[in-house]
């Protein structure tokens, strides 16, 4: 309603001559605009409408349409100069550039051009008026004015921006709504078998690298990523090889895990695994790093030992790389070691909700993302309830070990541990830990204890250790956030103890932190400073501190820091402290992606160190280009190097070249593809065993029977949703698309993009079904579409005013709420896309005791093929009886 009153506002305005750009010129055919004669054309591009509509003429050679709103309406990046009597930009593509010169008679679109016809372009009050053939010709899309319906109808085989935009905010505006138990919707159930042959993830590698110094140098490497089951087991495994193609590591898991903590009966674990696990780390003893061992728990699978640090850590195939998110800012990169994976570590973590986002790339452009959310504050342990882990590992140490991992000789060789946290109230917990550690062939034991306490918008623990030889540790950290700073604090003493798993030392190390949002005019700054003072018990001192400020511009993150560092000896003169400045930036402009990153050392010394830019673009859907520059001031090199990826439906191709400045060349070629032996021997591109799929089938359900029958149709070309994510790739002409790639052990809701339909009138039975992926195993999900069509009405207060901004939910005869809408400034409401069936209409329980009314109205409508529109007129909103006062 509110844009009908826009539109006749625009009309009126543009009769008044508002708009007026000239006045109107006859040409040779006599016709001369008027605007008592003009026509107000609804916008239509499939099933949406468009903007607020285009002023048109009829004209003695047809329909002209008053370019500024046609433009206006499909958001068209050109600008028209009336005095130049010129127009240009592009249309819908930027190689799809439009030039028109009235003066001369001629226009360009695309490679094409042609002289302009008489007519063609007319001077009206409101501007341009301009042929709808024309129109059509210029901008590549089916321009058809229906005057006797007030409609413009245009027909485009590709979906056009300003469609897609609408599309993305309807799905945006319904994900802002869904907030409802996920336990209510259709669930799909994936049971565990037996045997399930292991869906596959390779990556190969392979090349040639030539300098003067060394000759040349062949080398090849292959990693294989495997996940099925087994005994009712889900299990994982990366082989790899290292640059000669020798086998260097294996790491192979077996393990269940269940959000819902239904494992192992009474025990009601949340995770059990054996292989390849993480150990147990609590800042006084131990340590998380993964190795061959076995472990148990019932604590939530994303939520941290530690409160205020945290650690990630995963596999990361050579050619990889990761970006580390915290609540939309940039942490750090990584690149794959010799262990072929990324590490996080001491990863800090902020006083309420910390966003946690790891992306990982792949050498063809392959996508990847690890989402955490970790609530500090919020996940202590529920009141009445007992958390408890235990487990044994040697960390850096894989199931089958080919060599030594750098990273076990600084590890424990080592450790057992078993703990417990019970949560006294809402507020408190208390927790108790036993821990075994064999150390330089010297066994230790452990007893640590500790208290956490929610006080306010702060969280405060306490604990204290004991080793068996008579060492002592405590400690003391706090995690706070006042308004919109946060703070932490930690305070660590040792005296002659095996701090985690090390040597046994004495130690005092204090650190504070703050982090908070600089606000620069519209601009905010996430800004961060840090300082750590560590004192040794052979009286030498460390003293480190750093800040660092973060940007976000125009989906561009950039994140500056500067570090001081100084040793303090116990005896003789100190060396000169240490400044580094660091700058790193990742995002996109354009259609590129940029990553980039440079360090210095300023003193005591200014020297550079090194500098990298690496540029990333998707030429079409399946071919991209990567260029890289980098500099490494020690060595005095730089090098470039040029990558073409190409991706097929069976696998993905990078071809790379790359120069140095001592003279050096190389030359290699990596394939990444994925089998699925379930499926034969059919090979793909999207990763199958690394992450979560989803097998999903449309089909239309017509007898709703909520199965597919052998004579039922599929459904082609339609989008399917996971979450808040939409596939790129429509279901085939079998109704079916391949979704992987997506977060295991976490509910995804599974639905279809119902604009994306090419039958308006029909919708999905099941909205959205449940889904909790798990790694290389694929979730079928059948999607049946049924007949649909629209409720409208209008609700009204009691005075026959229209009732505006009212929740009103639409309940099916299941009891359950099929749609919901909200009425307009008059009372109007519209359900759009409601399957077929019998309903009733109701206020939102919130806004009717908000608002005191009755929440039933009386209208129950029904739904069905003969009847497809149901218009229920006016109903009235009652308001709550009121009860008469017994002392009156």
């Given at each position: 309603m509110a844009t009908g009153l826009l539109r006749k506002a625009l009309l009126a305005l543009g009769c008044a001559g508002t708009f007026a750009a000239s006045a109107a010129t006859p040409l040779g055919d006599g016709w001369a605009a008027d605007p008592d004669d003009q026509f107000l054309l609804d916008v239509n591009l499939r099933q949406h409408r468009l903007g607020d509509g285009v002023r048109a003429y009829a004209t003695p050679g047809g329909t002209c349409i008053v370019f500024g709103d046609f433009l206006t309406t499909l958001d068209v990046p050109m600008k028209i100069d009336l005095a130049a009597k010129r127009a240009s930009g592009w249309a819908f593509r930027e190689n799809h550039r439009i030039s028109i010169d009235v003066s001369a008679k001629s226009v360009t679109y695309g490679t094409s051009s042609e002289t302009l016809a008489p007519g063609t372009v007319r001077e009206t009050p409101e501007g341009w008026c301009v042929d709808s053939a024309a129109l059509a010709r210029w901008f590549g899309i089916a321009v058809k004015p229906l005057t006797s319906g007030s409609a413009l109808i245009l027909e485009s085989e590709a979906k056009l921006p300003v469609e897609m935009a609408i599309e993305r905010e309807k799905r945006a505006a319904t994900l802002k709504k869904a907030k409802?138990?996920?336990?209510?919707?259709?669930?799909?159930?994936?049971?565990?078998?037996?045997?399930?042959?292991?869906?596959?993830?390779?990556?190969?590698?392979?090349?040639?690298?030539?300098?003067?110094?060394?000759?040349?140098?062949?080398?090849?490497?292959?990693?294989?990523?495997?996940?099925?089951?087994?005994?009712?087991?889900?299990?994982?495994?990366?082989?790899?090889?290292?640059?000669?193609?020798?086998?260097?590591?294996?790491?192979?898991?077996?393990?269940?895990?269940?959000?819902?903590?239904?494992?192992?009966?009474?025990?009601?674990?949340?995770?059990?695994?054996?292989?390849?696990?993480?150990?147990?780390?609590?800042?006084?003893?131990?340590?998380?790093?993964?190795?061959?061992?076995?472990?148990?728990?019932?604590?939530?699978?994303?939520?941290?030992?530690?409160?205020?640090?945290?650690?990630?850590?995963?596999?990361?195939?050579?050619?990889?790389?990761?970006?580390?998110?915290?609540?939309?800012?940039?942490?750090?990169?990584?690149?794959?070691?010799?262990?072929?994976?990324?590490?996080?570590?001491?990863?800090?973590?902020?006083?309420?909700?910390?966003?946690?986002?790891?992306?990982?790339?792949?050498?063809?452009?392959?996508?990847?993302?690890?989402?955490?959310?970790?609530?500090?504050?919020?996940?202590?342990?529920?009141?009445?309830?007992?958390?408890?882990?235990?487990?044994?590992?040697?960390?850096?140490?894989?199931?089958?070990?080919?060599?030594?991992?750098?990273?076990?000789?600084?590890?424990?060789?080592?450790?057992?541990?078993?703990?417990?946290?019970?949560?006294?109230?809402?507020?408190?917990?208390?927790?108790?830990?036993?821990?075994?550690?064999?150390?330089?062939?010297?066994?230790?034991?452990?007893?640590?204890?500790?208290?956490?306490?929610?006080?306010?918008?702060?969280?405060?623990?306490?604990?204290?250790?004991?080793?068996?030889?008579?060492?002592?540790?405590?400690?003391?950290?706090?995690?706070?956030?006042?308004?919109?700073?946060?703070?932490?604090?930690?305070?660590?003493?040792?005296?002659?103890?095996?701090?985690?798993?090390?040597?046994?030392?004495?130690?005092?190390?204090?650190?504070?932190?703050?982090?908070?949002?600089?606000?620069?005019?519209?601009?905010?700054?996430?800004?961060?400073?840090?300082?750590?003072?560590?004192?040794?018990?052979?009286?030498?001192?460390?003293?480190?501190?750093?800040?660092?400020?973060s940007a976000n511009i125009d989906r561009f993150n950039l994140a500056g820091d500067l570090r001081y560092r100084r040793q303090y000896l116990a005896h003789g003169p100190s060396p000169p402290g240490e400044v580094e400045a660091g700058l790193m930036g990742a995002g996109r402009v354009g259609q590129v992606r940029l990553r980039g990153a440079l360090s210095a050392l300023v003193a005591p010394q200014a020297r550079f160190r090194y500098a990298e830019l690496s540029a990333y673009w998707s030429a079409t859907e399946k071919v991209d280009w990567e260029g890289a520059l980098a500099y490494d001031a020690p060595s005095h090199r730089g090098r470039a190097r040029i990558t073409h990826v190409r991706r097929f439906d069976s696998m993905a191709l990078a071809l790379t070249a790359e120069a140095g400045t001592d003279g050096s060349l190389a030359a290699g070629i990596n394939l990444n593809f994925s089998l699925d032996p379930r499926r034969g021997l059919n090979l793909s591109r999207q990763p199958l065993a690394g992450a979560g799929v989803v097998h999903a089938r449309v089909y239309r359900d017509l007898n709703d029977n909520g199965l597919r029958d052998p004579a039922e149709p599929l459904e082609k070309g339609a989008l399917i949703t996971t979450g808040t994510r939409t596939t790129e790739r429509p279901t085939d002409v079998h109704g079916a698309v391949l979704i992987g790639g997506l977060q295991t052990f976490t509910p995804i809701t599974v639905g279809i993009d119902q604009t994306s339909l090419a039958d308006p009138m029909l919708t999905p039975r099941n909205a959205l079904q449940v889904v909790i992926p798990r790694p290389g195993v694929r979730a079928e999900v059948e999607i049946g579409l049924v007949g649909a069509g629209d409720i409208e009405g209008m609700v009204v207060k009691s005075g026959g005013l229209g009732f505006e901004g009212l929740d009103l939910e639409l309940v099916g005869a299941d009891g359950k709420v099929a749609a919901r809408a909200t009425s307009d400034f008059d009372g109007f409401f519209l359900f759009e896309r409601v399957p077929y069936g019998k309903y009733r209409l109701r206020v939102a329980a919130a806004a009717a005791t908000a608002l005191g009314v009755v929440a039933e109205l009386t209208a129950n409508p029904a739904v069905d093929a003969e009847k497809s529109i149901v218009r229920l007129g006016t109903l009235e909103v009652r308001p709550l009886p009121q009860v008469a006062d017994s002392q009156q």
């Open positions: 409802f138990d996920l336990t209510t919707l259709p669930q799909v159930r994936l049971p565990y078998r037996m045997w399930r042959a292991p869906a596959l993830d390779f990556v190969v590698s392979a090349g040639v690298t030539y300098s003067a110094a060394t000759g040349t140098r062949v080398d090849r490497r292959t990693s294989v990523y495997a996940a099925g089951e087994i005994a009712r087991l889900s299990y994982d495994a990366l082989a790899q090889t290292n640059d000669k193609g020798v086998p260097s590591a294996l790491r192979l898991r077996a393990y269940r895990s269940d959000p819902e903590a239904g494992l192992l009966g009474p025990l009601r674990a949340t995770h059990f695994g054996l292989g390849d696990v993480a150990g147990l780390d609590t800042r006084l003893s131990g340590t998380s790093t993964s190795g061959r061992g076995a472990l148990i728990t019932n604590r939530p699978l994303f939520n941290p030992l530690t409160f205020d640090r945290t650690r990630f850590e995963g596999d990361l195939p050579a050619g990889w790389e990761a970006e580390l998110y915290r609540n939309g800012e940039l942490l750090a990169f990584a690149k794959p070691s010799g262990t072929q994976r990324y590490v996080f570590d001491d990863v800090q973590l902020l006083y309420g909700e910390n966003n946690i986002s790891i992306i990982l790339y792949g050498p063809q452009g392959q996508v990847r993302t690890r989402d955490e959310l970790v609530n500090v504050g919020q996940d202590n342990v529920p009141k009445g309830k007992t958390w408890y882990w235990a487990g044994f590992n040697q960390p850096g140490r894989d199931l089958v070990a080919f060599r030594h991992s750098p990273d076990a000789l600084t590890e424990p060789d080592a450790q057992a541990a078993v703990s417990l946290e019970h949560g006294l109230d809402e507020r408190m917990s208390v927790g108790l830990l036993a821990r075994a550690m064999l150390v330089d062939d010297e066994r230790l034991t452990f007893v640590e204890g500790s208290v956490r306490r929610s006080i306010g918008t702060a969280l405060v623990e306490v604990a204290a250790a004991r080793d068996s030889g008579g060492g002592i540790a405590g400690r003391a950290q706090l995690v706070a956030k006042f308004g919109a700073v946060n703070a932490s604090a930690e305070a660590l003493v040792a005296r002659d103890f095996h701090l985690r798993g090390q040597r046994e030392q004495s130690i005092r190390d204090y650190k504070f932190a703050l982090d908070a949002p600089l606000r620069l005019g519209r601009t905010t700054l996430p800004a961060h400073a840090d300082i750590r003072l560590s004192e040794r018990g052979d009286g030498s001192r460390a003293l480190e501190a750093a800040a660092r400020l």
